[in-house]
């Protein structure tokens, strides 16, 4: 059951492209259609921009190639109309020197990351009523320690990256809820979620999936070096990369790769422009792809069979995020999404709203929407404007009459949280993923090979391009 959406999704994007055809001949591009560089880059978010800023920086050529019509991925910044901005993706960036690197050499002036709040009511938005917070959870501090000693001992993931021992401990593989139970983690479990919740049930995950969305390089950064933040905007550090890049000679804007050869020798990407329909040529001596290595991404791809068969075991989650403008609600709190039942911890099942995140702009709120597969974009948006409004009519807040909490912003991340079965991770498949690097002159990043943190995938980029060779 789980294999059989992505198997139909690959199989109706086979028989699509044969209407969306007209992928050309190679050898019929004009010399200005065809683009020789020494690095490819599919996909324009946190990894693929910084791969593409630090190959220029080393010297070497890239050309970017980015679906939507601008950098930045889980990114993305509104700037409102009295000035202020909302980050209702990606809010900051480890306190380290690897970001501070990248921040110095794009030019990027930065400031600490505060959050917008640190009052929260908890509140069960399935009835829209006020829930006490259990009286065993932990501060901040306290939860991150006792869990950081919990989990100290898989040292192996501490690189953030699924660096199993050839034996995976069982452990890993069993639900989350059992590891808390074992280790005493009840009064930390609101604390991990904060950073997983992208994991969806938490306390049905495999514990492998919560360390790697929340694990020791994200504890240090919590108790220690803390978060910086881009000055206005998440966004001007993607705009000044893309001017670093430069940008009209080497990002392709709205673009998808529609055919892939390779071999050891080389790479020819075949690229098409959604809005213009134009193609180009893309030669290269390597290929990084920095999106998840889906199989109906990979569409036109010349996949050999053991890629296919290893891209074909992913599930995933479907991830909204949205900046909402309400302002009847409590100016100044975070509302936290709490089922009071779900114990221990509290946390929401999918699909839900995790949380409305007073922004810091009197009247704006960041909200992330998690859900399963089948959980849409229509839902995600309902949900948000339900979930208020079931606040107003309990009674919880007053809102004005006919007063409608307005979606601002609203983006898809989906999809989210690549995962495969505990079984294929018991049977060795991290150690066949990472096997494919600079195969096919083919290389990966991004949050499918490495833990889902901007500062840590930027690290892990880094190693990939010094296997690269170039
Ligand atoms: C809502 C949200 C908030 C987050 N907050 C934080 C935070 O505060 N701090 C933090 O460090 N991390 C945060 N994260 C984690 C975040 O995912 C990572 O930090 C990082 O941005 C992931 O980078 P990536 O390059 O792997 O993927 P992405 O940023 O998703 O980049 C993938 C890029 O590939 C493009 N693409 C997709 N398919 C194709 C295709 N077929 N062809 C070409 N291009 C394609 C996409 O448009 C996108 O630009 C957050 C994630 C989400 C979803
Ligand atoms: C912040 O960025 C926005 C959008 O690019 C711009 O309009 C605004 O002037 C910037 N504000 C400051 C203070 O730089
Ligand atoms: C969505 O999928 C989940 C399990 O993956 C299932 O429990 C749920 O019933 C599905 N919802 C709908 C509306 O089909
Ligand atoms: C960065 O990656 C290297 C390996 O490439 C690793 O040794 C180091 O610990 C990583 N640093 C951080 C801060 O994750």
Redo the contacts with the bound molecule.
Sequence with gaps: MRLSLWTLLASSALTLSGTTAAVRNPNSFRPEDIIDRDVVILGGGATGTYAAVQLRRRGHSVALVEQTSRLGGHASTVYLPNGGYVNYGVEGYFN?D?TKEFFALLDVDYEPLLPGSWLTKHIDFRTGKRVWPSSDIATTAVSAVLYRAAIEQFDYLA??AYYFPDKVPEVLLRPFREFVAKHNLQRAVQLIFMFSQNVGNILDTPLLYVIMNFGI?QIHALLEGGYIKPKNGTDVLFNKAAIYIDEANNILYDSTAVQVTRDSAGVQAIVKNAKTGSQKLIRAKKLLVAHPPTLPKLQGFDLRAEETSLFAKWTYKTYYAAAVRSPSLPEGFNLLNTYPENRPGGTPTTPFQWQLEYSGVPGYYMSKMVGETNFTEAEARQLVIDDIKRMSSAGTFEMEAGEEPELVAFISHSPETMMVHVDEVREGFYKKLYGLQGLHSTYYTGYTFCTDYST?LW??T??VIDMMGL
């Design positions: 380290h690897i690189m953030g390089p840590v690290n892990y880094a190693s």
